[in-house]
Structures are given as C-alpha cells and as structure tokens.
C-alpha cells in the first residue's frame, strides 16, 4: 500500500519544494474556471459572519482568505497544513489582504488535530485526501472537531473524468491513467459520498463541478496538462506518441479550438445531533 510519505504533497520541507508548490498553487487559484468552481464549493460551505471555520490542508491560505472575508467581523479563519513554509505564504497573503486578525495558521496533520470536540462550526478540505493514506482517519477528526449540526465540505477532484480534445484518445487515455497512479489516490473524489456516510455523517450532498476550458485566452489547465508529459513519459508512453499528441492540442489551442474538463465533487455533511 502506498503510504502518505509517498505522496510529493506530504514532503514540503525545503525552501525549494515549498516555493514551487507555493508557484502551483497561486497558479490553479488564477484559472478562471477554478474561480467560478471556488464559488460554488464555498456555497456549499455557506461560512457567515460569527462562524469559527477550519480548512485543513490550507496551503498558501487562499481559500482561507475568501472564507475569512465571509465570516467577518467577529468570525475566524484556523488555516492547518503540515507544511510551516506553505503556511508561512498564508501569513504573508493574509497580512497583504488586512486579514491577520482574522486567521490563525497551525502546522499539524488533519488525521491527528490538535483540538478538543466541538470547537468549531464549519470544517474544510480542498484537495487534501487524495494525498493522505487515511483520508477517513480526516473525516472522522473533522467530525470531532466541529460540534453538533455543524457543517463540513469536502472537495476533490476525480483525475479520470479528465477529458481533453484533440488528440489521439489512446495517448490521451494513457496520460490521463499515468496522472491518476502519480497520486496517492487519484480517484478520491468518487468516493467522498461514500466516506462521509460510512463516518456517520448526516445530511449528505453531492455538487458536481465541472472545470471546462475552451478558449485560448485562458489556457490554465492546459499549463497544467503540459506537466503531465513527463509524467506519462515516466510510466511508459513513448516520447514520440507525446510530442505528436501535445503538438496537435497546443496546435488547437492557439486557434482557440480546443475542450478540457475536469470534473471534481464538493462533497457536504452535517455532523449528527448526537454523534
Ligand atoms: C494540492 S495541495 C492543496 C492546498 C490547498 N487546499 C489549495 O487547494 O490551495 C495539498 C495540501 O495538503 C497538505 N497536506 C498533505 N498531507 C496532509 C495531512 N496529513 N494533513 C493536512 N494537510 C496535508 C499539503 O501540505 C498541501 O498544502
């Protein structure tokens, strides 16, 4: 079984990993596709002012930050993310924002929080359990953490409903499956229904959010898709078949006449009255 250690996202230590992370994720936070999809999953959250909210694997906190503005003026933001040097871009963005007041970071593990029961009303995850060995073991310490009829969102992505156009479908098919074995689970977003139940959740709802770019203007994932080619190369697809698959969707895309989507699940659920 793989295990969390595995996983590039549990390993950002040095200052190098932390800043091209860091880049990646300032990067997936500017497509707008991923603005339009932030809309939709923090509805599902529905953070109000007053609200004491949780995002475990925070990152460089820039969802905490959209969170915090809505629980103002006397809500707050705790941001938490093994990551001290990740954290430390959240600090910096939320100084930079007039927000300090309003979040608190924690470097810590979400399978293991350092908080005692009910101490919050809203817990969440973006993109987070698809890097973690136990992503139940997270549910159930956000289950703990946020009191009684309190709400937590989950929200994955599922790597195999990645559909691009052009180019050939084998070399697509072939890319896309070296993607998902390059997480640790790669098809977690199917599955977050499923583990929110089986930790005894109530109230369980599914959004479905598709990702669509089509316009050359704003090519985001397809930045994104390009990293992939090493990737694909790694686990055996020829370089060759790659440079014609990559040279016809870049092709494409300066014509404007390319499709990408990529669906992920914001996943929400009551903790129950008497959990
Ligand atoms: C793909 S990034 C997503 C970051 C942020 N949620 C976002 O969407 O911008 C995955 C994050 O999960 C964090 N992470 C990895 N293992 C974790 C764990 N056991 N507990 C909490 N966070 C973890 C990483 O440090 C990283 O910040």
Redesign the pocket.
């Known amino acids: 079984m793989r295990m969390?250690g595995d996983?590039r996202?549990?390993r950002?230590e040095d200052d190098e990993a932390v800043r091209a992370?860091a880049e990646?994720?300032d990067q997936?936070?500017s497509f707008p596709s991923e603005k339009l999809a932030r809309e939709r999953y923090l509805a599902s959250l529905d953070p109000g002012p007053g609200d004491r909210v949780l995002?475990?694997?925070?990152?460089?906190?820039?969802?905490s930050l959209d969170i915090a503005r809505r629980v103002a003026p006397d809500g707050a933001v705790t941001a938490?993310?093994?990551?001290a040097g990740?954290l430390r871009h959240a600090r910096e963005h939320a100084r930079r924002d007039g927000l300090e007041d309003r979040i608190e970071t924690v470097v810590?593990?979400?399978?293991a929080l350092p908080w005692t029961e009910a101490r919050f009303d809203r817990a969440f995850?973006?993109?987070?359990l698809?890097?973690?060995d136990s992503p139940a073991a997270?549910i159930e310490e956000l289950k703990r953490v946020v009191r009684p009829g309190g709400r937590i969102v989950c929200?994955e992505v599922d790597w195999e409903t990645l559909v691009v156009h052009p180019g050939d479908p084998r070399v697509t098919r072939r890319v896309v499956r070296a993607n998902v074995e390059r997480q640790l689970d790669g098809r977690m977003g199917r599955q977050l229904a499923s583990l929110l139940r089986g930790c005894g959740f109530s109230d369980v709802e599914v959004v479905p959010i598709v990702d669509v770019e089509s316009e050359a203007a704003s090519p985001g994932w397809l930045e994104f898709l390009e990293t992939r080619i090493p990737v694909a190369e790694e686990a055996g697809v020829s370089r060759r078949a790659l440079e014609k698959w990559w040279g016809g969707i870049r092709a494409a895309a300066a014509r404007g006449d390319y499709f990408f989507s990529l669906t992920q699940f914001a996943v929400s659920a009551s903790v129950p009255a008497h959990s």
């Open positions: 969390s996983d996202w549990a950002l992370a990646r994720l997936f936070s995002e475990v694997g925070a990152g460089t906190g820039d969802i938490l993310d093994p990551s990740l810590g593990d979400a399978r995850d973006h993109w987070v698809l890097h973690v997270v929200v």
